[in-house]
């Protein structure tokens, strides 16, 4: 059974910097994973995409702040986030998929529970 654990979500002031993880346990490696985030009372949004090593893209949202990538084994997803603007809070999840790869949900087939992050002043 795949499972994907998030962690680092924390409280952080604006301009600050937060490094998630995701770790899939499972014996699984999927070839694309992603990073996703909802705020309150918005719609899930794809921020982040990567299909083994090669970075399929980010939203303007985030670009030029923040960072996926994954380790060598491919089992582990990161997301450096650097400058935290107050609009990134939100419910952060990372997600695998083994067919295909973008910026949309329908090719993400397991999930993980989320990780928090809160930028306030």
């Known amino acids: 059974q795949v499972q994907l654990i998030e962690s680092g979500g924390a409280s952080v002031r604006p301009g600050g910097s937060l490094r998630l993880s995701c770790v899939v346990s499972?014996?699984?490696?999927?070839?694309?994973m992603g990073w996703f985030r909802q705020a309150p009372e918005k719609e899930r949004e794809a921020i982040a995409a990567i299909a083994y090593e090669d970075i399929i893209g980010y939203s303007d949202s985030v670009k030029g702040r923040f960072t996926i990538s994954r380790d060598s084994a491919g089992n582990t997803l990161y997301l450096q986030m650097n400058n935290l603007k107050l609009e990134d809070t939100a419910m952060y999840y990372c997600?695998?998929?083994?067919?295909?790869?973008?910026?949309?949900?329908?090719?993400?087939?397991?999930w993980g529970q989320g990780t928090q992050v809160t930028v306030s002043s």
């Open positions: 997600a695998g998929g083994d067919f295909g790869c973008s910026m949309t949900d329908h090719d993400y087939n397991y």
């Open positions: 499972g014996g699984v490696v999927t070839p694309c």
